[in-house]
């Protein structure tokens, strides 16, 4: 059973606009969550991460939100950039879990110039 | 090289036949990992080792054997694979410091895996 969710396989947004990227999991324990970025031919490279213990966590354009109540977290990128076209997985751990960590599916994210 | 290398990037092999991938990190950490990705499914974590020595294998079939001869280096030895095999296999690398092993994880770019 899947506990990280990522219901939207793509997205596509224009230039200059917000892109969301929401991800849903259904594991209560799970207290940190990351975002990933990959690139076709690359490997995921580390976007952002936030620990349950806030709600929210910026770095520049990127800014993740955590609603622990909901058991959701979403990725916002403002303004997106042609750059940010790229797929996205989200991922979470739990403290009994030592170092692993459980991925959602991913969703393709287009920025349109 | 910098960061976490994979060789080869793309693999043919058939159901009877004995090949490795081979990752190598130069990023000075002390735990690697080995995942599995296949199409439209989350990242599946096969193989932990900490401080090179294993510290999970989750239900992973004994066709795939993984080997971690130092901290830098981790080996995943395929035999009489299947064509339900064919993915991607990423090779992650992490920094555990004492208790803390909420470390970020850096991946390689893969093996793309095609089994015949």
């Known amino acids: 059973d899947q506990q990280v969710k990522q219901n939207s396989p793509s997205l596509s947004v224009q230039e200059g606009r917000i892109s969301i990227l929401n991800c849903d999991y259904t594991n209560s324990m799970f207290d940190y969550f990351l975002w990933y970025k990959k690139y076709p031919a690359e490997g995921p490279t580390f976007l952002i991460s936030?620990?349950?213990?806030?709600d929210k966590n910026e770095d520049g354009r990127f800014t993740v939100f955590l609603n622990k109540s909901a058991k959701h977290l979403s990725l916002h990128i403002v303004p997106s950039q042609p750059g940010d076209s790229a797929v996205y997985f989200c991922a979470a751990n739990t403290g009994l879990t030592g170092n692993q960590f459980y991925f959602g599916t991913g969703t393709s994210l287009t920025v349109i110039p | 090289e910098t960061g976490v290398t994979q060789t080869p990037r793309h693999l043919v092999m058939g159901m009877t036949n004995k090949k490795s991938l081979k990752c190598e990190q130069h990023?000075?950490?002390?735990?690697m990992y080995w995942y599995k990705q296949s199409a439209k499914k989350p990242l599946e974590l096969m193989f932990v080792?900490?401080?090179?020595?294993?510290?999970e294998n989750n239900s992973v079939p004994s066709r795939f054997s993984p080997e971690c001869p130092n901290s830098s280096h981790l080996f995943l030895h395929l035999h009489t694979l299947q064509p339900e095999d064919s993915a991607l296999y990423l090779c992650?690398?992490?920094?555990?410091?004492?208790?803390?092993?909420?470390?970020?994880?850096?991946f390689g770019p893969g093996t793309r895996l095609t089994v015949l």
């Open positions: 992650a690398s992490s920094q555990l410091a004492g208790r803390e092993w909420r470390d970020t994880q850096y």
């Open positions: 936030i620990s349950s213990i806030k």
């Open positions: 080792y900490n401080f090179k020595e294993q510290t």
């Open positions: 990023l000075g950490h002390n735990a």
